[in-house]
């Protein structure tokens, strides 16, 4: 069957490149770098250069990597580490739109007695400064806010935010993982101490993330054991992962142009293609301020996880903000966050793109989105209801 | 992804007697765009009262669509009386079963269809009647109370699967525990559990039921193990089995066969069921 990939924010492939530098450390290179002998040695080197490709693609100092078994793990390090760090502290600040790593974390730390601020959003997903300056109080300790949003793509002025924040001298967490690979970050020029990613969305395998600590920055280790990461994450270091993060990272700022343009270029005439050829659709999201390769597009009246299994019966993989599609019963909070309304919320839909996809998939998703459309239209209620309201029927 | 039988998938596919009947003499209406579900039931009857036409439109996932079409398959043909028995259950079993935390579209289906029956008797359902428990889905008591008879429920979280309520804020919660515990006391007084009433099967039931059984209670057991087991043939009350992987050269099994998938047989089963092997 043909398959057409555009969930690239939920993963991605891993590159033949990244594969390719990680086979040897599977076999014959097994060291353990942190060994006294040369077989040690010859992979700590490895792991060296790894850390040095990453830090080159956030602009950080290599010091600064720690390397995680994956994004969640690098978000709970992060804001559990800070508020160990600062125990007379008990308040945090985030905001309502965060993925379950922090979101979940955030409710958990509620639930310990910790006084959580979460800020809104509006109706195109953008924060208001305002909220956020009038959020602090002598017991702040931390804040953390998603770079970008990984249902609508939304990017955050992650810098003007880290302005305020640092103003206040608070520790400052950004959740990074839908950002890095498609936006350029340079943590030199910038005011963010804590960043998290995760290798799975740039092309690396799934167990591999990476939390950046700015240096001088307080924190205390989550993962408690051995010297690895400088002491500030134990745990005998993944080698063959490491060195793929080290290549995805390394193709990463490589392909980061490709990223802003052609595939910037493909996601833009999808959703101008979509809005031309299906009524009744809107897209979610602020679209001055977004991620190049998603399209978070609802359509009125159908259900989303509908709309998916009919794609997906076409090879088309994309994923859905409903309610449905997670086991839960409301739609994304993202959509909710946002007050998107209820005709559209259930049947949002989500294209994300990577630099493996073609015009030509464009144009496949592009002829069979539509008659999907109609067909779930002609089967809901609320259609006929609808076309008859504006005087179609 | 969800684990969709190919029944679900076909009927979501291929949906049967999509549509609105004009001039029905039953029509129902439950769910709305805010729940994220509806489903809208249009029947007509023939001179001999029996449901000639049904059909129906939802909005709503893929087990809703499915569940709407089983339902509409389900009942044409038989009388009101013969439709009003038809429970959530029967759409789920008709589909193959569904995933749980589905369950609540095989309740809109029975729900749609009750409402449908109320409609061309000319009665009203008044929701105003109830007290409305879930705020966040406006599921009542009564329909809490009926899912969970209906589906023999014990956990908020099952409650949740069937009918929604508790889906949202979460508030309801403690009100939902209270209820269950109210009516499983009720039914454990109304009937004593001590034994499984059965009723009587017909063949086609009995096989069903059988590779029901097999499906759900003894090839996982089994294949757990490294084993696996195929059905051969059913004569009357003689179940013949071929067993498969570790099983097939197992020395203990016979005593598999047996004392475990004869005991689980006669316990979902029949009580006179016997299990013989066939070497393949």
Not at chain 1, 163 to 184: L, M
Not at chain 1, 326 to 349: N, Q
Not at chain 2, 87 to 113: F, R, W
Request: glycine share 8%; hydrophobic share 35%.
């Amino acid at each position: 069957m043909k398959i057409v990939y555009v969930d690239n924010n939920a993963t991605t492939k891993v590159s033949p490149e990244v594969l390719e530098e990680m086979l040897p450390y599977f076999s014959e290179l097994y060291g353990n770098p942190s060994s006294m002998h040369f077989f040690g040695g010859q992979v700590q080197k490895k792991v060296n250069e790894a850390r040095e490709k990453v830090a080159d693609l956030l602009g950080a100092d290599p010091s600064e990597i720690v390397f995680t078994s994956c994004g969640t793990e690098s978000d709970n390090a992060a804001i559990l580490g800070t508020l160990d760090s600062y125990p007379e502290k008990r308040h945090l600040i985030t905001s309502r739109v965060e993925h379950p790593a922090v979101g979940n974390v955030s409710t958990y730390l509620g639930r310990k007695g910790y006084r959580v601020t979460e800020l809104s959003v509006d109706r195109e997903g953008r924060l208001d400064l305002d909220e956020l300056r009038e959020s602090f109080t002598d017991e702040t300790a931390l804040v953390t806010i998603m770079y970008a949003n990984n249902e609508t793509g939304v990017i955050f002025p992650i810098e003007e935010i880290g302005e305020i924040v640092k103003a206040k001298g608070i520790s400052f967490h950004t959740d990074a993982v839908q950002t890095v690979g498609k936006v350029p970050i340079n943590q030199k020029k910038s005011r963010v101490d804590m960043l998290s990613l995760s290798g799975h969305k740039l092309h690396a395998p799934k167990g591999i993330g990476v939390l950046y600590i700015r240096k001088g920055t307080k924190f205390s280790p989550f993962m408690i054991g051995g010297h690895q990461e400088k002491g500030r994450r134990g745990g005998t270091e993944n080698v063959p992962y490491i060195i793929g993060l080290g290549k995805a990272c390394e193709l990463a700022k490589k392909h980061l142009d490709e990223e802003n343009t052609r595939i910037k270029t493909l996601r833009d005439y999808l959703e101008a293609k979509i809005l031309e050829k299906i009524p009744n659709t809107l897209i979610n999201g602020d679209p001055l301020n977004r991620l190049p390769n998603t399209v978070s597009v609802s359509f009125e009246y159908v259900e989303g996880e509908s709309i998916l299994l009919l794609l997906s019966d076409l090879g088309i993989c994309a994923s859905s903000g409903s309610a449905c599609t997670s086991g839960s019963l409301e739609p994304s909070h993202v959509l909710r966050a946002m007050g998107v309304p209820f005709t559209a919320a259930h049947g949002s839909i989500r294209f994300s793109l990577s630099i493996y996809n073609t015009k030509e998939e464009m144009d496949y998703i592009i002829e069979h989105l539509p008659p999907i459309i109609q067909r779930l239209r002609d089967i809901s209620p609320f259609w006929k209801d609808y076309l008859k309201s504006q005087g179609k029927g | 992804m969800w684990d969709y039988t190919e029944k679900v998938k076909d009927h979501f596919l291929n949906p049967r007697n999509v549509g609105e009947i004009e001039g029905p003499d039953g029509a129902g209406e439950v769910g709305s765009l805010a729940c994220g579900d509806a489903l809208r039931l249009t029947f007509k009857l023939d001179e001999s009262k029996r449901i000639k036409d049904v059909k129906f439109k939802t909005f709503g996932c893929a087990s809703a669509i499915a569940s709407s079409s089983a339902l509409t398959e389900i009942i044409k043909g038989m009388t009101i009386e013969e439709a009003e028995k038809v429970t959530n259950q029967d759409i789920a079993s008709y589909l193959g079963g569904l995933p749980e935390e589905k369950m609540h579209c095989s309740v809109m289906g029975k729900e749609a269809l009750e409402a449908a029956i109320a409609n061309y008797r000319g009665q009203k359902v008044v929701k105003e009647d109830f007290e409305i428990v879930c705020k966040c889905f406006g599921v009542t008591d009564r329909e809490i109370i009926k899912a969970i008879q209906e589906n023999d429920l014990r956990t908020v979280e099952q409650v949740t699967y069937y009918t929604k309520a508790g889906g949202g804020c979460g508030q309801c919660h403690p009100k939902i525990e209270a209820i269950i515990e109210k009516v499983r006391k009720e039914m454990e007084k109304e009937a004593p559990p001590p034994k499984l009433e059965k009723k009587k099967l017909t063949n086609i039931q009995k096989i069903k039921l059988i590779e029901e059984t097999l499906g759900r209670e003894i090839i996982p057991a089994l294949k757990a193990d490294g084993g696996d087991l195929d059905l051969i043939d059913i004569e009357g009350n003689k179940v013949l089995v071929a067993l498969r992987g570790k099983c097939s050269f197992c020395p203990s099994s016979e005593f598999t066969l047996k004392q475990y998938v004869e005991t689980k047989l006669r316990e979902f089963v029949s009580e006179d069921i016997e299990v013989e092997e066939v070497r393949p």
